[in-house]
């Protein structure tokens, strides 16, 4: 009897062994596991945060530098609105307006067709101008007023309306209608009114 219990709490003892062993290893195996597969998943984690970070402070940059390049520009546009305008000046102002302006008118023609714009048809009228018109223009200044057909193409237009805003003196475009030939959709039929201003 004695001899069986003996055994019994041999027996027991070696079961705990094993329960304790089983435990050590599994823990073991645990640790194993969260190095092997958890720990890089949650330093994979910080990196995304780490770098969402990096990338969040790299967009608040280049929106700052957008703010402050908008700003630039905007300053820019008000210098710009502060250039002078140059009223053309006949050398003989003893001459009515539709001669003593027959300089200016020459150097518009030219610059259509310096820019490869047929001309049609040209007209021209001296001060058409409406009661707002005249409250807005100073009686000191003369309008004439051209109104052109021509012929031409999209590049041929810019380039002309590029030349007459580059001009040394004050004109501009009053109405314009651009018109693509039915023949050629290239080709463009352009009606145009200007206004060319003139000291008296």
Do not use: C
């Not at 009686?139 to 021509?150: C, G």
């Not at 001009?167 to 018109?179: N, R, S």
Request: net charge neutral; proline share 4%.
């Amino acid at each position: 009897m004695e001899k069986t219990k003996e055994i019994l709490n041999f027996l027991i003892s070696q079961k705990n062994l094993i329960s304790v062993v089983i435990l050590i290893v599994t823990f073991v195996a645990a640790g194993i596991a969260f190095m092997q597969i958890i720990k890089p998943k949650i330093d994979e984690a910080f990196q995304l945060k780490s770098d969402i970070e990096t990338n969040q402070t790299r967009y608040d940059g280049l929106k700052q530098q957008k703010k402050a390049k908008e700003l630039e520009e905007k300053k820019n546009l008000v210098k710009f609105d502060k250039v002078p305008v140059v009223i053309y000046k006949s050398s003989n102002p003893g001459l009515p307006v539709e001669s003593s302006s027959i300089d200016f008118v020459s150097k518009v023609v030219q610059m259509m067709e310096q820019t490869n714009n047929t001309i049609l048809d040209i007209s021209y009228k001296i001060d058409p101008l409406s009661e707002n018109d005249k409250i807005s223009i100073p009686s000191t200044i003369s309008v004439v007023q051209l109104s052109m057909t021509l012929n031409g193409t999209y590049l041929s237009l810019q380039d002309f309306i590029h030349t007459l805003y580059d001009y040394d003196y004050l004109a501009t475009i009053k109405t314009i209608k651009v018109v693509p030939l039915k023949e050629n959709k290239n080709i463009l039929e352009i009606n145009m009114v200007l206004w060319l201003y003139v000291t008296r």
